[in-house]
């Protein structure tokens, strides 16, 4: 089915090498990097974490949000995401792609991995995060792809499918509580340091990844001839508003820890977020745009007839795909390192050669994203 991947319109071809280019930019950029070291970023000995790091966590709750489709079409039997599931399947490929990519260039050298392999160290949480990210992987590949396989040829799936179907959804799941867990287990982080963080993670999982699959799949059913479905859209847009006002409410609850109990040292991290701490403010924008958007998107998303307007339903998507990025692609990671140890404020920016790797990720992802969706898309064509 590769073959169909090669053939398209002037559209796809401009975008496919607007792909490349920005691949090649981020390539370059990363063999700076190679040749001097994570020096060229903006990261130090108080924010060991930055950017890439912040992107992975965010990519997995896109990743894992598959299940959000693949547990009620398969589990529950419920036809509507039928004609869905392959996107989010194939979503799911791409996003974890990116996740692995992040994980490379915030190694330094990328041979680092095999110290994964070489000495595996069950007792760390890294370790496990390793196994669940390439098994999720795994997973998706080999049931997208077959079930895509299947349907072209007009027959059922393989058997041997099914069982692998039952484990990635809980697998999903898997893949962000371990990634949350990387943060909840580290004690001298207080703004990481809670019970909740794995139930933070799963809640703007379940409200990101779903809102970026129904913008994929008004652009597919805009630019292909497959519609994936009117009903599905309408489902996956409840569950989005249900997620994201957990989202939100887990988000209000650090507050009232933090504040209520006057413990400095939870305050502070919420403080530098969204007022500054000690004269430094750099992502108090950025935060406050956060809320803005998430405000807007929860407005537009309770009430059913924006909900169910298609302008309005994507503006409310992109508004829950953002707010979630900058809260958890961005404010969660940094803020987790201020203040530090010393009680001193070291505040991170990224460098641009770092933005510009970043962006080379996210530029390969999407180039995996849509050869598989030009597949997927080719398919359900040749079907109908």
Known sequence: MLERALTGDQKYYRWITALLILMGLGFAAYLVQLNKGLTITGMSRDVSWGF????FTFLVGVA???????????????????????????????????????????LGKPMRLLNVLL?????????????????YLFLNILIGWNVLE?????????????????LSIPWAVSIHTVT????????ARHYWLTAIMAARFLASAFASGPALLILLAFLVKRYTRFDPGREA????????TYAMIISVFFVGLEFFTAFYSRIPSHMHALQYLFVGLEGHRNLVPFMWLFAILAIVALVLLINP???????????????VFFSMWLEKGLGLVVAGFIPNPFDQVREYTPSILELMIALGV???????????????????????
């Open 180 to 187: 949350a867990f990387l943060y909840a287990g580290l004690p």
């Open 119 to 135: 000495y595996p160290t069950p007792n760390s949480i890294l370790f496990w995060d390793m196994i669940v990210l390439n098994g």
């Open 64 to 106: 894992a949000s598959a299940v959000m489709v693949v547990l009620p079409y398969y589990l529950h039997d419920v036809k509507v995401f039928g004609r869905i599931t392959i996107l989010g399947e194939f979503l799911a490929v791409a996003s974890v792609t990116m996740c692995l990519l992040f994980i490379v260039v915030d």
């Open 233 to 240: 859209i309408d489902k996956l847009s409840q569950i989005v």
């Open 52 to 55: 890439y790091i912040a992107q």
């Open 150 to 166: 299947a349907e072209r040829k007009g027959v059922h799936y393989p058997n041997w499918v099914k069982p692998l179907i039952y």
């Open 305 to 319: 007839s924006t909900r169910k307007n298609d302008r309005t339903l994507k503006i409310a998507c992109a508004a």
């Open 362 to 384: 996210w530029a390969t992802g999407f180039f995996v994203l849509t050869i598989l969706y030009k597949i997927a898309a080719s398919v359900k064509e040749e079907v109908a």
